[in-house]
């Protein structure tokens, strides 16, 4: 990470592990209405009695307003482009 930019795109639902990973890049990226992150899914926060949408638990309007990733986009292609101008 000191030495070489990290760049991360979320395409999809990410949690645990990946989630840490595009949260903790030099670069992020999530695609609006597609990609998700966050450490525990719906499933696992209905246990509790809260009961959200993938989008409404970590989509990436919540995520790109609360700085945990950099950038959203409308497609995996722009995903891709917004990747390549940031190298």
């Not at 009961?51 to 700085?67: Q, Y």
Request: net charge neutral; proline share 5%.
């Amino acid at each position: 990470l000191s030495q070489i930019p990290v760049v991360s795109l979320a395409l999809g639902s990410v949690a645990g592990q990946g989630a840490a990973r595009v949260a903790g890049s030099h670069y992020s990226v999530m695609v609006k209405d597609i990609s998700q992150l966050f450490i525990a899914g719906p499933p696992v926060v209905a246990k509790i009695g809260q009961n959200f949408s993938k989008n409404e638990l970590g989509g990436s309007g919540i995520h790109t307003r609360n700085g945990v990733v950099d950038d959203e986009v409308p497609s995996e292609q722009a995903a891709f482009e917004a990747a390549r101008r940031y190298g």
